[in-house]
């Protein structure tokens, strides 16, 4: 009766207020060779307690104990375990979109300090309540620049996430916006001569992202100055949050949108996660998605609204900046919580723990024989491109056997860098056994490739 709240009597009352004697006669009008007249094909009911023990066996049966190097724009973070606590609570759990501010000021109140931290770490001057995540948030401010300039075409940079750079293609190709890719130098990061050849007269916006997809930071200042000198807004997307902790902030840039999963969202297989746009004021009307206001009641008392708000559903469609960038608000609340719990300092102190445990297992990595760090002499974050021995799925194949989830391999994305690189990130939960064990059981494989030869 716990999930069947209705008992016999209730039901037997039911019936007879609508005028039949029982639940098989309100199916009365499907003939009968279509009514199912056995009991289901399913396991017998079990207990709660059968049924928890049930998916704990499940669960065993999943891989544990793996190290792993992926990151790629989902990286693994300490949560506190305060952020769940405060989650799950009623108020926030259950509720939807605050179209009542009156009755709706938690949320509104966790929305406007969610703004205001997003502004701080991104040298911003007005951030939206979010958005559905980081890649979607890139194709919004495109779009966004797009309105601003009245132009009509984007220079792309390569070195932005593979996928973000297929969402913005995807938007794209009914939005009658031209995308043109600019590709990196040795370094790895945008070719700033290829940048400023593409940029013209009719570019509403230049994108890149930064600490970029090898992991290394791009130049924002520089790019800023070649997009601004023609008239073209810088967008700078920002896939690992933490960086910003210690990474100087995108001031020079025009629009920055972030993914914010690293702010104490598990990675939870892809999803869901919490994109933002900020950008300077003088584009506030243009900003897709929801902007939560402070102002005072009445009595004179404090108090939250939505003071903007372009969806379709609250403007006439034409004037709609986007259709579906709903805010990911109960997401947003984990990444304010996650922010309030360190702050400044120990955010820093974060993007520096993984700074460091970034240098080390790179290191150790290229340490071994045949394997090279590319894209040396600028600075990275966390991740690091590295030349194998071996190509990197045969590598992570013998990775695997000693459990061991290696990097991702770039040759579906970057052809030109060969079968054998690979992207690996270190995090502050990666530990010193674990780099020492994928570093020893590289050189192995190193080792038992030279005696192939």
Sequence with gaps: MRYLPKSPADRKEMLAEIGVDSIDDLFATIPAEFQLTRDLAIPRQHSESEIIDRFRAFADS????????????AYRHY?????????QRGEF???YTPYQPEIAQGTLQAMFEFQTMICELTGMEIANASMYDGSTGAAEAM???VRVTGRDKAVVARTVHPEYREVLATYAQHQQILIREVGYVQNGRVDLAALDEAITAETACVLIQSPNFFGTIEDVAAIADLAHAKGALLIVSIAEAISLGIVRPPAEADIVSLEAQSFGVPVSFGGPYCGVIACKEKFMRQMPGRLVGETKDADGKRGYVLTLSTREQHIRRERATSNICTNQALVALIATIFLTVYGKQGLRELAEHNLAKAAHLSSELAAGDGAKLLFEGAPRFHEFVLNLPASAEETNAALLEHKI?????LARWYPELGPNASLWCATELTTRKQMDAAAATLRAIAAAELTKI
């Design 62 to 73: 999943n891989a544990n104990g793996y190290a792993s190097f992926l990151g790629a724009g």
């Design 405 to 409: 989830i290696g990097g991702l391999p």
């Design 79 to 87: 949560r506190p375990v305060i952020i769940d606590s405060l989650v």
């Design 143 to 145: 779009m966004m620049a």
């Design 93 to 95: 759990l259950t509720s």
